[in-house]
Nanobody
Framework: VQLQASGGGLVQPGGSLRLSCAVS????????MGWFRQAPEKEREFLAA????????YYADSVKGRFTISRDAAKRTVYLHINSLQPEDTAVYYC???????????????WGQGTLVTVSS
């Protein structure tokens, strides 16, 4: 399974961004896709997860209402839309594949390379 995250960049505070994660390979083995982020000198933080079937989503309490996860099964792509970006959202954002709708890093077996989001004026 290969995961390719994209869509990061420099954004002004208050702006929005949509991150994408394109999935290829033996994706049939993995039913859950998740998004995490890691800021400098901080641990990797869970953000949101979704089933490929689209019938279940799971969010970290800290991002509810501001982050939205979605997927396009036909394109094998998962998205993370982020509103009202703030400097504290600056981090490398990672997508991951697993089989548990979970916020635990070890629940995910495959990881993308990450895409950097920088929020600054």
């Amino acid at each position: 399974v290969q995961l390719q995250a994209s869509g990061g960049g420099l954004v002004q505070p208050g702006g929005s961004l949509r991150l994408s994660c394109a999935v290829s390979g033996r994706t049939v083995s993995y039913t859950i896709m998740g998004w995490f982020r890691q800021a400098p000198e901080k641990e990797r933080e869970f953000l949101a997860a979704i089933r490929w079937s689209g019938d279940s989503t799971y969010y970290a309490d800290s991002v509810k209402g501001r982050f939205t996860i979605s997927r396009d099964a036909a394109k094998r792509t998962v998205y993370l839309h982020i509103n009202s970006l703030q400097p504290e959202d600056t981090a490398v954002y990672y997508c991951a594949a697993g089989n548990r709708l979970s916020g635990i890093v070890s629940s995910y077996e495959y990881w993308g390379q990450g895409t950097l989001v920088t929020v600054s004026s």
